[in-house]
């Protein structure tokens, strides 16, 4: 296909400016030296560029995207009028708090819902993802720590089956990361856990359900030996789609969590917009938050303001204010019966599909699972020479985005798949057919899934070229 | 598999080569290389930097994940093998020439495994 700066030429362009009104001024000594490449193309090229790549695309909009611990659920269309409302969208954060009356609705009332569905007791809007989340997240508790003089305490604590975010966020805030193994079962080993905690243990931070989608039993005695070592727990809302509504991570013990408001709660993920990792905490962390806290008066009327010991900043203003409004549409749309019922039914897609393949494909841990589940494909590859990526490959051609490959590191040739709760009973019915019959390929002609995909717009991609000599950009020379 | 008979082994999937001159070469098994699948990046210490057995002192990056590599020994960094850092394939075509460090001063060493016992523990994974 051809690129924007290969349509189009010189001239043709998209409208007309209108009159400049103000007296033009040169910035001596600001010169653009060299040329500005821009694409020069009419609307109608232009229109033709993004569709042209939507086409080359698979989105939740294509078809069944089952993507393990993304989730990649539907984004209701109602959303996007929410958060379209001329009112947020031509708001300006300088303002004052006079004029933005209806925004700062819009930061209380999400603050409130999320406190509520996680158990936290406060909740700051500016983190722009989920792994900015988590350094807010770990910026609140080293904060803390040095609040009360413990600053030996410089560990944190992470099991080898934790998303890579998790040691990377800590590291960045200047912690130690301390690995400990997961028992067979893929939960924490307890043994393991009091054993690496100690005086100079700063926290835990944790994913549960996990990222093999079993939800911790111990999960009271996890945080309890935490925090009988002076520890913090963290709590990596990556899995909250399973549970929202039916159990809060603060009664779990946790002092502070993040929320990836495009994986819970319906705003789109990378590509379809900015992101947004929101981050509660226990009151006790609350002094530390960053950005705008909002205020209600008992007149009913909202205040601006900041936290008494804030760390700072982690974005502009109320970081990425627009989606917040689609996750709050969500919210209100779902409301206290829907929100736990969403969570429920990712639990039965998940528990169906794992049902349906058990007995064609291995099972990492066969429990029953929540929102997720991992088949390990050692066996299977062995056998065929067929491997999780050659399936993954071969899902493609009909037209099912793979599910997440070669994660949990702890499981072999792993595929995660995470149905969600917005896919209908057919839907699933019709990948597990194809699931199996992929199978059945790998015994009868192993070289076809070897071959795969062959009906995408890009075949089989060299992934070694692509990591070494990726092309970045355009070369205009 | 095939792996040297004059080679020592880890439990985590790395070589040992003494040579007569009290250095050694370390490396990746082929297990190892097969189980990460095409390698794309490997970060190696630099010459005069110490390792720790049983601790990490390379990177290597396949198209799955990156891992640690860790020491089978504790000694000095004498030569890197620079070839290998700008070819990682060379690690998934020949593993056991594609040395990744050679060491010297040799101070301690991680549990070693034959060929045999490697081969023994490798099937029980």
């Known amino acids: 296909m051809k690129l924007i700066f290969e349509r189009g030429n010189e001239g043709q362009a998209l409208c007309l400016m209108p009159a400049c009104d103000v007296p033009e001024v040169t910035l001596e000594g600001f010169e653009r030296e060299g040329k500005l490449y821009l694409p020069h193309v009419s609307e109608n090229e232009l229109s033709r560029h993004y569709t042209e790549i939507a086409k080359r695309v698979h989105g939740v909009n294509d078809g069944f995207y089952p993507l393990g611990s993304c989730t990649m659920k539907y984004n209701p269309k109602v959303n996007e009028e929410a958060a379209a409302l001329p009112g947020f969208v031509g708001v300006h954060p300088l303002q004052g708090d006079k004029n933005s009356q209806g925004c700062l609705e819009v930061l209380y009332k999400i603050e409130e819902s999320l406190a509520e569905i996680s158990g936290m007791d406060n909740v700051t809007l500016q983190p722009a993802a989920g792994a900015h989340g988590e350094f807010t997240g770990l910026l609140l508790i080293k904060s803390y720590l040095e609040s009360i003089g413990a600053t030996n305490r410089k560990k944190i604590i992470v099991p080898d089956s934790a998303h890579g975010t998790n040691p990377a966020s800590a590291v960045m805030c200047g912690f130690e990361i301390v690995n400990i193994p997961s028992g067979a079962d893929g939960c924490v080993d307890l043994e393991a856990l009091s054993g690496a905690v100690g005086e100079d243990t700063a926290g835990l931070m944790l994913t549960n359900p996990n990222t093999v989608g079993v939800f911790d039993k111990n999960i009271l005695e996890i945080t309890k030996i935490v925090h009988d070592a002076g520890g913090l727990c963290y709590y990596d809302g990556a899995n909250l789609n399973a549970v929202m509504g039916v159990v809060r991570p603060g009664d779990m013990g946790f002092d502070c969590i993040h929320f990836n408001l495009h994986k819970t709660f319906s705003t789109p993920h990378g590509g379809g917009g900015p992101g947004s990792g929101p981050v509660g905490c226990k009151a006790f962390l609350a002094p530390f938050l960053p950005g705008i806290r909002v205020n209600k008066k008992p007149c009913g009327c909202y205040t601006s303001g900041k936290a008494e010991k804030s760390f700072g900043e982690v974005k502009a203003f109320g970081g990425n204010f627009l989606v917040v409004v689609k996750a709050l549409t969500y919210i209100l749309t779902l409301g206290k019966e829907g929100i736990p019922e969403a969570a429920k039914n990712a639990v039965l897609n998940a528990n169906y599909m794992q049902a349906c393949l058990k007995d064609d494909f291995d099972l990492a841990y066969d429990v029953i699972c929540m929102h997720e589940f991992v088949l390990t494909l050692d066996k299977f590859h062995k056998e065929t020479g067929i491997s999780a990526l050659d399936l993954a490959k071969g899902l493609l051609d009909h037209g099912i985005h793979p599910p997440t490959m070669y994660f949990p590191l702890i499981v072999h040739e792993a595929l995660m798949i995470e149905p969600t709760e917005t896919e209908p009973k057919e839907m699933l019915d019709e990948a597990v057919a194809v699931f199996k019959e992929l199978k059945k390929l790998a015994y009868e002609n192993p070289q076809a899934l070897h071959d795969a995909p062959v009906k995408t717009p890009v075949r089989r991609l060299d992934d070694v070229r692509a990591a070494r000599t990726p092309v970045l950009r355009y070369n205009f020379e | ?125």
């Open chain 2, 1 to 125: 598999m095939n792996n040297p008979k004059e080679l020592l082994y880890t439990k985590s999937h790395e070589w040992l080569k003494k040579n007569e001159d009290g250095t050694a070469y370390v490396g990746l098994t082929d297990f190892a290389q097969s189980e990460l699948g095409d390698l794309v990046f490997v970060n190696l210490p630099a010459e005069g930097d110490p390792v720790t057995a049983d601790e990490a002192f390379a990177d290597v990056e396949s198209v799955k994940a990156v891992s640690d590599v860790n020491s089978p020994v504790t000694a000095t960094v004498v030569a890197v093998n620079d070839e290998v850092a700008d070819q990682p394939a060379l690690i998934n075509e020949t593993p056991y020439d594609a040395w990744l460090i050679q060491v010297t001063d040799i101070e301690d060493t991680a549990e070693l495994l034959s060929a045999e016992e490697y081969e023994a523990f490798v099937e029980n994974q």
